[in-house]
């Protein structure tokens, strides 16, 4: 009779895993707001749901008050295999605690932007603080994944919130908008996934360590299994950073969905795509350095020049323009941000990744800013309601000069100069002169319209008998007399931070230099 085999591990001890609950904590915070979040507003009365933005902003603050001991001290991981050649799940180190920043950092931005556009616009209050929430514990848990499971759910956890705040706003556009953005999502989750299936197929693990050293030995008739699972991947991801030609749901979806929720996913959801494509590319795919350099340089020069002439072409008189304009100009900021991760490819390690993390930080900080202006503005968001808005509201047209000037990388918004210097630099550095060329003339092109833009702040008011057109669209955007103090708030810490780094760009800069892994 042959023996039966024991079922029992031989170490049952080894399957239990310690928690390092400090290395987790802030997205778990940012998960414990939402879910205190929408229970507290089952019990609260319709007059004091506001208090549910404040709960919000608290849970973020704690969140990001959580980053502290991590980056004081050093490198922890949390969620780790004990066989060999395993490896850990969730990974606390500087680049993710610089993407956690910028993740919760935008959220709790948003959160102030959104507290007056929840109540102005009657939005379901507790539905959207949740959303939010959630949508941010996702960006801050994407960074740390270091599996290829942990990292797509983190994916999804950002991104599928997010479709139901687009569709918040109880009107076609918003309801359109929110579809298109699904469909595209879905199916370019779809693609990601297969291609996922097939590098872990090819590689034989999921973790991305052990991903990299699967692939770099994995038998010859695996090599175009493993080359096509890495193609899709990336397909995948291009479509999350609004690359070019996967970038197509980006103008109506801003358009449509509520003005806080399209500065959220100019800069937290292009957050989490790129942190996402950074680890696949540095860590997973390590022995296909040059495929996917090459392929991500292609990307960043077609995303770059697309979004920039578009968003030189949009018109001033065309209603919502200036969401627009915004949305091209996220567009081609995709490119500037892709520019590094081609480099990395190129130069076979991580160090060109902290120009991509500076400059995602210095563009999130103003891009919201800028949001925050155009909502403050309101009217029918066309470019021309913005003539003479230094006369009606002096405070909101500096600052949205500055934040243009930031974006643009002119003085005094000196800290955008810094942020494309150091990205021109990093392809330079890789031997990629033509994309560090086609770069520099965007830069270029990108300036008319950012300059165009700020001229109008400054221009006299249309007069009556310029035409009806011009005359109406600049009546509509007169601001409100008094700023909402919560986003007086945002805006006010939006330019803040802006002006000191601007004045002391090495608090950012620093990136650049250390090491992230």
Not at 61 to 82: I, N, Q
């Amino acid at each position: 009779m042959t023996p039966l085999t024991p079922l029992a591990v031989a170490d049952p001890g080894g399957l239990i895993q310690s928690v390092d609950w400090v290395a987790v904590a802030p997205p778990l915070i940012a998960a414990l707001a939402a879910l205190a979040v929408l229970v507290t507003d089952l019990f609260l009365p319709e007059a004091r749901k506001r208090l549910l933005g404040w709960l919000s902003a608290a849970g973020l603050l704690a969140a990001l008050a959580a980053l502290l001991p991590l980056a004081l001290g050093d490198t922890r991981s949390t969620f780790c295999f004990r066989s060999p050649g395993g490896g850990c799940s969730y990974t606390a180190d500087h680049f993710a605690l610089a993407f956690q920043l910028l993740a919760l950092g935008g959220a709790l931005l948003t959160v102030l932007l959104s507290l007056h556009t929840v109540e102005a616009e009657k939005l379901p209050g507790g539905e959207y603080w949740f959303l939010l929430l959630s949508s941010a514990c996702g960006a801050a848990l994407l960074p740390a994944s270091r599996d290829l499971a942990t990292l797509v759910i983190a994916l999804e956890v950002a991104t599928l919130p997010a479709f139901a705040l687009v569709g918040l706003r109880r009107d076609g556009r918003g309801a359109e908008s929110a579809l298109k953005f699904f469909l595209s999502s879905v199916t370019a989750t779809a693609v990601m996934l297969l291609g996922v299936s097939f590098v872990y197929a090819a590689a034989g693990t999921i973790q991305l360590q052990g991903v990299a050293d699967g692939l770099a030995h994995a038998p010859g008739q695996l090599k175009p299994l493993a080359e096509a699972g890495a193609v899709l991947t990336l397909v995948g991801f291009a479509f999350k950073t609004a690359a070019v030609p996967f970038h197509f749901w980006v103008p109506d979806t801003y358009v449509g969905a509520p003005l806080p929720v399209a500065g959220y996913l100019s800069v937290v959801g292009k957050a989490a795509g790129l942190s996402g494509l950074a680890l696949v590319t540095t860590l997973a795919l390590r022995p296909y350095g040059h495929t996917w350099g090459l392929v991500l340089a292609v990307l960043a020069a077609l995303t770059m020049t697309f979004g920039n002439a578009a968003a030189l072409r949009q018109r001033t008189d065309t209603p919502h323009g200036a969401v627009r304009l915004l949305a091209w100009s996220s567009v081609g900021q995709a490119g500037y941000l892709l520019v590094p991760l081609a480099a990395a490819g190129y130069a076979g390690s991580t160090e060109p990744l902290g120009a991509t993390v500076a400059y995602a930080l210095i563009y999130g900080l103003v891009n919201l800013g800028a949001f925050g202006v155009v909502a403050l503005v309101g009217g029918s968001g066309r470019l021309d309601g913005f003539r003479g808005l230094a006369g009606r509201n002096r405070w909101a047209a500096f600052g949205l000069a500055f934040f243009l000037l930031c974006l643009a990388g002119l003085p005094p918004g000196v800290v955008g100069l810094f942020g494309k210097v150091v990205v021109f630099r990093s392809a330079v550095d890789a031997g990629l002169g033509w994309l560090a060329v086609v770069m520099a003339v965007n830069v270029v092109v990108a300036l008319a319209y950012y300059l165009k833009w700020t001229a109008l702040l400054f221009a006299p008011p249309a007069e009556e008998g310029a035409g009806k057109a011009v005359g109406k669209a600049a009546g509509e955007a007169v601001a409100p007399r008094r700023t909402p103090a919560p986003l007086g708030a945002a805006l006010g810490l939006a330019a803040v931070g802006a002006v000191v780094l601007s004045v002391a760009p090495q608090l950012v800069l620093q990136v650049v230099s250390g090491s992230l892994f």
